[in-house]
């Protein structure tokens, strides 16, 4: 097992470039509109799953309202599209910001709480949202939704053939991922481990941990309302129904699944569990009690997830390591 | 001279507990100090006052003539002051070099955005910071030991790393939370041997004690702790022969 891990973590860059060339290739070997679409919708939860593993896997601190933010992107860029209409770029920055604000503002008095009440206020607060989406007619339209919303488009380029939105999404996807690996590959970033691991040693390092929860909490926000943004314009049609708290847990389910604290983890945790339901068509009734049954399964046999807590880059590092030691 | 750290009539309650009462001493420039007492004598909670974790009920705690008490703990950090933990407190899933170098959190700079377009600023810095964490790590002989996971070292390596990594933050004083506990005589001895030599690099240190045989030959002075109360400080031949300690410890094992 160690082994493959090593030689895994040895050819990183090799398999993250095949990776790439794969989703690349997706679409021509399998160009059904159905297959097309569901690897859209993969690449868009891969955004929001890398973005809560930000503030859930890597500092550790439990949220169960992402899906509030993700319907806050959607929602100011559905209403900014439709109403002023507005080009994506203004839309996808101001779903971000208003995403991100949101965090900030329900962030910063429950993240000085200590404990798993930031677990209990997302969720509270991901069912607040939803009700202001459903009554605030005037705003939202409430349960009639947003209709025909446009598509993204750029000096006179529109992105409005499904093949066009899944290679945005895969931008989106790699850039994600981009970003997240560089902050934490970064002091910023192990500070945000050192807070998951241990709290008072990571304060009396000098870590200000109110600050950079704070502050992740936004960024894994703001992705979420980026990935919103992207979800209103390439549906053209929201409503209240797709940012509710199941959408939460199922978004916290596949970050479980796939692992804590890492991308391809995450990856893997998407994809399966989009897949999964697909497969058992005929048991759609029962995707949450599989998602259940799958969580309860995980927790027994590997609570870390099927990728979490390996760190290729440890584990290249320590590979390479031993080599020099044996060349010695 | 002036004191780098003074403590003033500091008392620390929980409810009905006074776990430090009304305690006053003064720490100088480069001095080692041992802090010893029974178990449940209030030594930790007075490390826990001064880095930050209590604010103490009454009192002053004076650093760099400014009182810290209240201080938020990485405030304290950012000060000057650097702590071990008496109940290892590693980032135990992060590898020994990582452990060291978020304890030089307070010491480089890059921030998010430097870390999301990776700029050269962060790039040199991390080179640097790599470079003086492995500097401390061969100071604690676990340079060989990188790249391991911290909860993969043995017990007593566990603890030196605690110290390394605290050195890290550059702290002019070092509190050093029981440092010996679980070590076997020889690692103790060692141990003991490299915080006399962390007196010669210039560090002031406090080091928590349960025994006193220990401490008496690295200390210059000795403080003694029993039910929150300093009942004697001085130096560690004195410390020896003071009744009130002799009654202290006698008194707890009879
Ligand atoms: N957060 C707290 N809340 C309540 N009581 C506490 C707290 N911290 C410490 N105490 C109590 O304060 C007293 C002093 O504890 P402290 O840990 O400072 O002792 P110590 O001298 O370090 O002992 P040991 O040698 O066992 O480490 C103990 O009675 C302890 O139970
Ligand atoms: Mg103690």
């Keep these: 097992m160690n082994r493959i891990l090593a030689c895994l973590a040895r050819n990183q860059l090799l398999i993250s470039l095949t990776v790439l060339a794969l989703a690349l290739l997706f679409p021509l070997v399998f160009p059904s509109q159905y297959s097309i679409r569901m690897a859209t919708l993969c690449g868009m939860y891969i955004v929001l799953a890398l973005s809560l593993n930000l503030i859930t896997g890597y500092t550790g601190q439990v949220s169960l309202g992402h899906a509030a933010f993700f319907g806050i992107g959607a929602y100011t860029a559905a209403i900014l599209a439709t109403r002023f209409g507005l080009n994506f770029l203004f839309t996808f920055i101001a779903a971000a910001i208003v995403a991100g604000l949101a965090a900030f503002l329900l962030g910063l008095p429950t993240l000085k709480l200590k404990g798993h009440y930031l677990a209990m206020v997302t969720l509270g607060f991901c069912e607040i949202v ?8 005037g705003l939202t339209r409430g349960p009639l939704g947003i209709l025909n919303i446009p598509p993204p488009s750029l000096w006179g380029f529109t992105i409005d053939a499904p093949i ?19 902050i934490v590959d970064s002091r910023v970033g192990k500070g945000l481990i050192a807070i998951s691991e241990d709290e008072i040693a990571a304060e009396a390092m000098g870590i200000n941990i109110l600050r950079y929860k704070v502050m992740v909490f936004v960024i894994s926000a703001a992705l979420a309302g980026f990935a919103g943004a992207f979800y209103a314009q390439y549906m053209s049609y929201i409503d209240p129904t797709s940012f509710g708290t199941d959408q939460s847990i199922s978004i916290f389910i596949m970050i479980i699944f796939g692992g804590l604290a890492s ?66 | 001279m002036k004191p780098l750290l003074g403590i003033e009539r500091v008392t620390q309650r ?21 802090v010893i007492g029974p178990n449940g004598a209030g030594k930790t909670t007075l490390f826990n006052i001064i880095t930050g974790i209590y604010k103490p009920t009454e009192g002053k705690v004076m650093y760099d003539e400014g009182n810290i008490a209240g201080f938020r703990p990485h405030e304290i950090t950012q000060s000057g002051l650097a702590r071990t933990f ?17 304890g030089m959190h307070t010491r480089t700079k890059a921030n998010l955005f430097d870390a999301v377009f990776r700029t050269g600023r962060l790039k040199k810095e991390q080179l640097e910071a790599t470079q003086k964490a492995e500097y401390y790590l061969r100071l ?36 050093l939370d029981e440092p010996a506990a679980g070590m076997n ?12 030599k962390l007196k010669a690099l210039g560090y002031t240190i406090l080091l928590i004690e349960h025994d006193m045989k220990l401490v008496m030959n690295i200390c210059e002075r000795i403080i003694v702790f029993d039910h929150g109360c300093l009942i004697a400080q001085g130096e560690p031949e004195v410390i020896k022969k003071e009744p009130k300690v002799i009654e202290a410890y006698l008194g707890k094992e009879a």
Excluded at chain 1, 164 to 182: D, G, P, S, W
Excluded at chain 1, 295 to 312: R, T
Aim: glycine share 8%; net charge neutral.
């Design chain 2, 86 to 102: 008496q109940n290892i407190r590693l980032f135990q899933n992060m590898t020994v070099l990582e452990n060291v170098l978020v």
């Design chain 2, 140 to 175: 604690v002989d676990l340079y060989e030991h990188r790249h391991s996971a911290a909860k993969n070292l043995p017990y007593g390596s566990q603890r030196k790393l605690e110290i390394a990594r605290a050195m890290a933050s550059e702290p002019r004083l070092l509190l």
């Design chain 2, 185 to 196: 005589e020889q690692e103790t001895a060692e141990l003991m041997e490299f915080i006399g």
């Design chain 1, 130 to 137: 939803r009700l202001v989406e459903m009554n605030w007619m």
């Design chain 1, 263 to 328: 991308i391809p983890g995450t990856i893997i945790g998407v994809i399966v569990l989009t897949l999964l339901p697909e497969v058992l068509r005929g048991l759609m009734d029962f995707r949450l009690i599989i998602y259940g049954l799958i969580l309860i399964a995980m927790m027994l046999v590997k609570p870390e997830g099927l990728l979490g807590n390996i760190n290729f880059t440890r584990i290249k590092k320590a590979a390479d390591g031993k080599k020099a030691g044996e060349l010695k």
């Design chain 2, 14 to 34: 929980f409810g009905g507990l006074v776990a430090v009462s009304n305690v006053s001493f003064q720490i100088f420039e480069n001095e080692i100090i041992g």
């Design chain 1, 164 to 182: 066009e939105y899944y290679y945005f999404i895969v931008a989106l996807v790699v850039l994600t991922i981009k970003l997240v690996q560089n």
